[in-house]
């Protein structure tokens, strides 16, 4: 039953046609990034000058994980480097549904020279905010998103939809990272499932650690079925990467 229990959880998973090049050693871009972007879609360059020579790797990766709650800036934790081990793989996760906190990660395994070089998010990353017509006018959540923890986390009205004050820690090791970020928010996850119990995220291993409340209303009897929710999709690269993360009109 618990192995069921994940919360709002997309993967998609995008094979490759593996091209092995056995000969010669690969070449991968290597870097890391830590930041809070106001418009990571627009802003964030994920170009890296800076190459590794695989001593042992067989794999690029690039990896990142976005976190963002209602009119926060958006955490950016993002790796690239050579890895031991593939499969080779591209995998898009959204951990929770919209409205209230988002988080997404993209992970991309590929074993040709310099194939971790993607630049930009924007064909990933368009979450949009809620209309002030489709906000709670009662029930309220401190709100906040930082790296390492919130200097401070300001009241903001939930969107309809969501059904708890999420409280959280995100502790992130591997892949030249280590991080933590604090959330809070209104979620639609029930729980400390704001990542769905995933345990990894390419290089990266994945704690979460958190506290939740119920919002001060009385809610009315909470629909249980969307968190069993667990989709699977195979879907093709670019029909994959148009998908944007818009859910409202
Ligand atoms: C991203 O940064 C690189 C240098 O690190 C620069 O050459 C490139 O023009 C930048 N791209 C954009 C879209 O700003
Ligand atoms: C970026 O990666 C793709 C996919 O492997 C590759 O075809 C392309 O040549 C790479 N670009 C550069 C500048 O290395
Ligand atoms: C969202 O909540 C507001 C205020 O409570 C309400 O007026 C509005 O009708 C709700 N919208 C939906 C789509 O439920």
Redo the contacts with the bound molecule.
């Keep these: 039953m618990e192995a069921f229990c994940m919360q709002y959880v997309q993967f998609f998973f995008v094979l490759g046609t593996s091209s092995w090049t056995l000969a010669q050693p690969l070449h991968c871009e290597v870097g890391r990034t830590l930041s809070l972007e106001e418009d990571p879609g627009k802003t964030f360059n994920w170009t890296s000058d800076k190459v590794e020579s695989c001593v042992s790797g067989t794999f690029c990766q690039e990896t990142l994980l976005l976190i963002k709650a209602a009119r926060t800036k958006t955490a950016v934790l993002a790796t690239k480097s050579c890895v031991p081990e593939g499969p080779e793989a591209m995998t898009f996760v959204q951990y929770t549904s919209p409205p209230g906190v988002i988080a997404i990660s993209y992970s991309n395994y ?1 074993n ?6 993607r630049t930009s998010i924007s064909q990933f990353w368009r979450p949009l905010e809620t209309p002030v017509s489709s906000l709670s006018a009662t029930l309220r959540c401190p709100t906040c998103v930082a790296l390492g923890s919130c200097p401070s986390a300001p009241s903001q009205p939930c969107p309809n939809g969501t059904v708890q004050c999420y409280q959280g820690r995100i502790e992130l090791t591997g892949g030249g990272i280590d991080s933590s970020v604090e959330v809070k928010g209104c979620t639609t996850t029930t729980g400390c499932r704001l990542m769905a119990r995933i345990s990894t995220i390419g290089p990266m291993s994945v704690k979460e650690f958190c506290t939740y409340q119920p919002f001060l209303q009385p809610r009315k009897a909470e629909n249980k079925a969307p968190w069993l929710l667990a989709s699977l999709w195979m879907l093709e690269l670019l029909p994959l990467l148009l998908l944007p993360l818009t859910h409202l009109p």
């Design positions: 590929c040709n020279i310099l194939c971790n070089n």
